[in-house]
């Protein structure tokens, strides 16, 4: 593998990935073009979340497999030609995921805390959502939390919508808060 190499490289001799790629019109018809290169450097083209209620399905729809998160943003249209823009995209960091999940037959969660956390003795670090809950018990418990604050989200249009952060506060309150 290099940053050369396309989604379509990594994946073709695992029917699985490639089966879940195809099924999506616009993934199947790039994923030739778009390069590990352009995933870690925001130029595939692919798009961000468009709204905090997108960003907190995502959670959900990737406990039963990664391969699930392609469902909010498979069928979209690519906002430029890979390589011809630049454009922030998580989608296009949870498909690196789905490739380190491909290549190395690991859960990608398990891959990170084997192969680098436990390595350089990372005791404190984590990337599973479910390592989340007690960090976000003590903060809730510890600090003023601003249930109306707002924040900017950057639709995939390019606007910049004023949404309200209580939504999102009150969820995962009540998601990691319990217990």
Do not use: W
């Not at 290099?2 to 018809?29: Q, R, T």
């Not at 450097?41 to 729809?61: I, M, P, T, V």
């Not at 979209?76 to 037959?105: H, M, N, R, T």
């Amino acid at each position: 593998l290099s940053f050369n190499s396309s989604i379509y490289d990594v994946i073709k001799h695992e029917a699985h990935y490639l089966d879940a790629f195809k099924s999506y019109k616009v993934l199947n018809e790039n994923m030739s073009k778009i390069t590990l290169f352009h995933l870690l450097s925001h130029k595939s083209g692919l798009r961000h979340y468009g709204n905090a209620q997108e960003f907190l399905h995502s959670d959900e729809l990737t406990k039963q497999s990664a391969l699930n998160i392609l469902k909010l943003f498979g069928n979209d249209a690519l906002l430029f030609e890979p390589g011809e823009g630049f454009e922030y995209s998580s989608f296009g960091y949870q498909i690196l995921g789905i490739l380190i999940e491909c290549v190395s037959k690991m859960n990608y969660y398990q891959f990170v805390k084997q192969n680098i956390f436990d390595k350089f003795d990372m005791k404190h670090t984590f990337s599973a959502p479910q390592d989340a809950a007690d960090l976000c018990k003590h903060y809730m418990r510890t600090h003023q939390v601003s249930k109306n604050c707002a924040y900017k989200v950057r639709t995939s249009s390019g606007v910049d919508e004023k949404q309200s952060e209580s939504l999102y506060d009150e969820v995962v309150f009540q998601k990691y808060s319990s217990g």
